[in-house]
C-alpha cells in the first residue's frame, strides 16, 4: 500500500470516527454498539459486502435470536477472533472480523465452510440440482450408510448435501447417531429455500482470507495470544435427563469435555485474551471454579 493511499484510509477512518460519534450523540445507542458498529462497516467495505451474510445452515443452539442480548459483552478492540465451536457462525457473521479463526469439530460442517469460501458457484449449481421429495430425500440422506460411495462424494458435492439435508429435514436440525450418520427425518416443507444464491456469495466474501479448521476446540492454543477475542459456544452441558443433545458429531460432549474445556478456556485467560463461553445455567457448570 503506498503512502497515499495509507493516508486516503486514515481520513476515511476518521470521517467514519466522526459520523458514528455524532450518531452515537443524537441517538440512544451505546457508544460501544455504534463502535462495533463503524468496525463492521469498515470490514465490510474492506470484504466488498453490500448486504449483511447471516448462517448458511439452521443450527440447533445458534446464536442469532440472542446477539441483541450478548452485544454489550463483545469487546469493542480486539486483534484475532477466534471461534473454536463455530456451528452456524452468527456471532461471526455479526461481527465480521477482519482476521478471523473458525474451527469445529464437525467435518460436514467444516467442509461447507471451506467449499462456501473457495468453490462458491459450484456449490449454488449443484444446491440447484436437488428436489424437495420425500423419497429423493431419504436416498440422499442414506448416502452416508454406504461408505465408500459416499468417500466417492467431491467436497462440493458433500457440502450440497448438507445444506440440502439441513434444508429439508425435519425443523432443520443437525443429528448424527453414533455412527456419524445424519439420521433427521424428511421435514415435509411447501417450499424450503434449497439454495440461498444471495446469502451463499455475501458469506463467500465474508470468509475471505479466513482461516477454517477441522479440529477439537484444544486448536485455539496453538493462535490464541493476548488482545484476541475467544467465543465459545460448546454443545450445552443438559439441564434434565429429557433435555439432553450433543449429536453434532457422533463424539458426544460430555463432562469430561467441559472440564477440559474450561480449562482451555482459562489459559486463554491467562494469556491475556479477551474470552467469552456461552452454557446452560447448570449446577455441573457453577460449579466449575477459577
Not at 439454495?195 to 492454543?221: G, Q, T
Amino acid at each position: 500500500m503506498t503512502s497515499k493511499m495509507k493516508s486516503k484510509k486514515i481520513i476515511m477512518e476518521k470521517t467514519l470516527e466522526q459520523k458514528y460519534l455524532t450518531e452515537y450523540i443524537k441517538s440512544k445507542k451505546s457508544k460501544h454498539h455504534l463502535f462495533l458498529e463503524r468496525k463492521r462497516n469498515i470490514n465490510k467495505r474492506a470484504k466488498t459486502i453490500v448486504d449483511v451474510p447471516h448462517p448458511f445452515l439452521k443450527w440447533a443452539g445458534g446464536k442469532r435470536q440472542l446477539i441483541s442480548q450478548f452485544d454489550k459483552f463483545f469487546p469493542s478492540k480486539f486483534n484475532k477472533y477466534i471461534e473454536p465451536f463455530v456451528g452456524g457462525g452468527a456471532i461471526f457473521f455479526y461481527l465480521l472480523p477482519n482476521n478471523a479463526i473458525l474451527i469445529d469439530n464437525n467435518e460436514e460442517l467444516i467442509n461447507c465452510y471451506k467449499v462456501i469460501q473457495n468453490n462458491v458457484l459450484e456449490l449454488i449449481e449443484s444446491l440447484k440440482k436437488h428436489r424437495n421429495e420425500k423419497d429423493y430425500y431419504y436416498r440422499i440422506r442414506d448416502l452416508d450408510r454406504n461408505p465408500e460411495e459416499f468417500n466417492k462424494l467431491s467436497d462440493v458435492e458433500r457440502a450440497s448435501r448438507t445444506i440440502y439435508l439441513n434444508r429439508v429435514c425435519y425443523n432443520g436440525l443437525y443429528r448424527v447417531n453414533s455412527k456419524g450418520q445424519f439420521n433427521v427425518p424428511f421435514g415435509r416443507y411447501k417450499n424450503p429455500k434449497i439454495c440461498d444464491e444471495e446469502n451463499l456469495l455475501v458469506v463467500n466474501k465474508a470468509l475471505k482470507n479466513v482461516k477454517i479448521f477441522k479440529a477439537s476446540f484444544e486448536k485455539c492454543l496453538e493462535f490464541a495470544e493476548k488482545g484476541d477475542f475467544i467465543y465459545f459456544d460448546p454443545p450445552y452441558q443438559p439441564i434434565s435427563a429429557t433435555a439432553y443433545f450433543t449429536s453434532y458429531t457422533k463424539d458426544n460432549f460430555g463432562k469430561d469435555s467441559q472440564m477440559k474445556l474450561f480449562e482451555v478456556f482459562k489459559e486463554c485467560n491467562e494469556r491475556g485474551c479477551k474470552v467469552m463461553l456461552s452454557n446452560s445455567y447448570n449446577k455441573f457448570i457453577l460449579n466449575c471454579k477459577w
